[in-house]
């Protein structure tokens, strides 16, 4: 488990370009960790756990709480996975889906968790009431409900940075609450042995179930900050598993702690059982009134910024209004919005009869995001390169026992809630809303093309759905036998084969049937025909122009340098520039063959004086994906390389190519070599590699890349891009 210290575990001021204004912005820690924590200890651990632990016996309330953490646990893995591969916008799980499944999606799912979360607040509101009348049994719950819920109101609209000082004060007091507790064994008159299975006189397993699963649910809050955090992509993954791991010890541990300090009827009776035989009961009161305000505190900070980025993407009614942003980056009318809600969920008198509604929502929005992991995984999509990487078991786990959970915690079985999620996609889907950002629906067109052709004839590809999909002019069978482990290693991961017989060649046409069918046998795509035409480079351009208006045309020609001439390869960028495809020239090592396929170096060109990195740089998307697809099919080692004119730029060139290796979500294991003496003595002093991959321009002689070729003592190949490829979708 990742740790959750971070270098951005502070508050870091950013600047709004748009105001000028400082925004303040929260680390790991005090942004992700600290309020999942204060949010998951709260009512349940010390109001409903012991009354759990008397109905259910010690085991049974074990298995309550690791069901509810099997559940939460995958669902932290499936965030974790998907925050690490792309830039999490604000908006949290809903822009997390919103990303893959597009707005349609992500507001079926996230207007439910906004109504959960808001709904979450009054309950965290009636668990401080209840531990209010411990001390003062005469006040009117209401108005102790209504003076607590207005005091946090206040201070979630003044700014999430006050709310979020307050809960520093209040995580040392709930430690020292929960010390105080575990002390009472040592303290009290009698201890009682626990009694491991209850009788379950006052609920079945199911509806204890429901009960006591909101308090495994403050997991979103961490990813509902995500618009506020210096580094979404590492806080919410380290934060969010950190505090998933520990609080669920310490419910765990507490069953134990129940079973040993009350009779299962003391339990049962008595729900604030903790404070009484605390060693210092003052210290537990305080630790619970201060974490059940913190755990209201932290989702009525939580749930406006998702309102607030749903808003702000058109999902919501009123949306100008409600995606305003303060200066200071506080979406204040987003929390007014939520503060009318959660007024409206006090309104049900009691925690018990609101937690199940809250379970229900969250559980959807469990499997949402379990659904989108497992399908991300089982599409291979390359733009699916997380730097947390889980088996796809995980997800399908999370989406199983999420269905289970459903079905059996919700009254009606789940169908309610199901059809609110489908009846708020076909309304969004109605408003034909525009997705602002690339998502994996036209990779699951691309993938599942069977059924939905019709449906991707019409859509875009989009540099998040690229994948290469060769187009292989061969002339002879020799040709075909050189190039097919080349071939075969770049498609592997979703690519596509048209193999293009040139020529008269009676035995070329009839061994490409054969291979193909032996590559579908190996779950490659690939197809072939044959064009009996005379000249090499008319044929290519026909084929081109033949496959264009297809349903998924070629986007890279695969061409080997030795049996073409300077002209051809002319033509060759001609034609691929005219068509926007991109072409790679092949130049076998001089013992021709690629060596054992080890070592891939991707050169890059010198990039001073200007580093910046963005979505399309040119001769670097296309060289970095092929090296990445090569080394993966290959299990060989990447490394980076650069030669600069200039020394003086050796760090800043370092720097580009880890922000690089970060950005593209290549294998840590990539190395970088950046030479300081021009490409020359880079040719000659670079660390040897069975494979090295180069950039081009329009103009290339086959004199100079065999030249490079034999300098660099490798098999090269020659990549130019097509402008549709990104190393950071």
Not at 610 to 638: I, M, Q, R, T, Y
Request: proline share 6%; net charge neutral; aromatic share 8%.
């Amino acid at each position: 488990m990742p740790s959750p210290s971070s270098p951005a575990a502070n508050q870091v001021p950013s600047g709004d370009p748009g105001t000028g204004q400082t925004v303040e912005r929260f680390g790991t820690y005090n942004g992700v960790f600290r309020p999942v924590f204060l949010t998951i200890l709260g009512a349940m651990l010390y109001l409903r756990e012991g009354w759990m632990v008397g109905d259910a016996g010690v085991l049974g309330a074990l298995l309550i709480i690791l069901a509810a953490g099997a559940i939460t646990g995958t669902t932290t893995l499936s965030l974790a996975t998907i925050a690490s591969n792309v830039r999490v916008r604000p908006g949290g799980a809903f822009a997390i889906i919103a990303q893959a499944l597009g707005l349609e999606a992500g507001g079926a799912i996230g207007i439910p968790l906004f109504i959960a979360q808001a709904a979450s607040v009054a309950m965290y509101i009636f668990a401080f009431s209840e531990a209010w009348a411990y001390i003062f049994p005469t006040h009117p719950q209401v108005l102790v409900a209504g003076v607590a819920f207005a005091g946090i109101a206040l201070l979630a609209w003044r700014s999430a940075g006050l709310a979020f000082r307050a809960q520093a004060v209040m995580m040392v007091v709930v430690v020292v609450a929960l010390l105080s507790a575990l002390g009472g064994l040592f303290t009290a008159d009698q201890l009682h042995v626990p009694v491991l299975f209850g009788h379950l006189p006052q609920a079945n397993l199911l509806d204890a179930f429901a009960i006591f699963f909101p308090a495994a649910t403050g997991i979103m809050v961490g990813a509902g900050m995500s618009g506020s955090l210096s580094d979404p992509r590492r806080s919410i993954p380290r934060g969010t598993l950190w505090a998933w791991g520990t609080t669920l010890l310490v419910y765990a541990g507490f069953t134990l702690f129940y079973g040993a300090i009350g009779s299962p009827d003391e339990l049962i009776a008595d729900k604030t059982i903790m404070v009484n035989r605390a060693a210092v009961p003052a210290l537990v009161l305080a630790g619970l009134l201060s974490s059940t305000l913190m755990a209201a505190l932290s989702s009525l900070v939580a749930a406006p910024r998702l309102l607030q980025a749903m808003a702000s993407c058109g999902v919501m009614p009123a949306g100008a209004w409600l995606g305003r942003l303060t200066p200071k980056g506080e979406p204040r009318n987003a929390v007014l919005a939520t503060t009318g809600l959660a007024a409206l969920g006090l309104a049900a008198g009691s925690l018990d009869a609101i937690a199940p509604l809250i379970t229900s929502f969250f559980v959807m929005t469990f499997l949402a995001i379990n659904g989108v992991v497992y399908l991300e995984q089982v599409l291979g999509m390359i733009s699916f390169r997380p730097a947390f990487r889980i088996p796809t078991l995980v997800p399908l786990v999370g989406v199983g026992l999420c269905l289970a959970g459903l079905s059996l915690s919700s009254p009606f079985g789940g169908v309610p809630e199901l059809a609110l999620v489908v009846g708020i996609y076909v309304l969004l889907s109605r408003r034909h809303l525009d997705t602002p950002w690339e998502t994996v629906r036209s990779g699951v067109a691309v993938t599942l093309a069977a059924w939905a052709a019709r449906r991707a004839e019409h859509m875009e590809r989009t540099e998040r759905a690229w994948k290469p999909d060769l187009l292989v002019p061969v002339a002879t069978v020799p040709q075909v036998q050189d190039l097919r482990p080349l071939v075969e290693a770049l498609t592997r991961r979703n690519g596509s084969i048209r193999w293009v017989a040139l020529g008269q060649h009676s035995e070329l046409a009839a061994a490409l049937p054969a291979l193909v069918d032996r590559q579908y046998g190996q779950g490659l795509s690939a197809t072939w025909t044959h064009l009996q035409t005379h000249a090499y480079m008319d044929g290519v351009g026909l084929a081109l122009d033949a496959l264009g208006g297809s349903l998924f045309p070629p986007n890279l020609v695969l061409v080997d340098v030795p049996r073409v001439s300077d002209d051809d390869i002319g033509a060759y960028i001609a034609h691929c520039q005219r068509c926007a495809i991109g072409l790679a020239l092949w130049l076998p090592h001089p013992k021709g063959s690629l060596g054992p396929r080890k070592q891939i170096s991707v050169w890059l060109s010198d990039r001073s004086p200007d580093w910046k990195l963005e979505l399309h740089v040119a001769n670097l998307d296309l060289p970095v994906l092929v090296g990445f697809l090569l080394a993966d099919a290959w299990g060989a080692s990447l490394r980076l390389v650069m030669a600069l004119q200039d020394p003086t730029q050796v760090i800043e060139a370092r720097e580009f190519l880890c922000d690089l290796v970060d950005q593209a979500r290549l294998p840590s294991s990539t190395e970088i070599y950046v030479g300081d003496q021009g490409f020359q003595a880079a040719l000659r002093l670079s660390p040897k590699a069975d494979l090295h991959i180069f950039g081009i321009g329009l103009t290339v002689s086959k004199d100079r890349l065999a030249e490079v070729s034999t300098a660099c003592g490798g098999s090269t190949l020659w990549l130019l891009d097509s402008g549709g490829e990104s190393a950071l979708a």
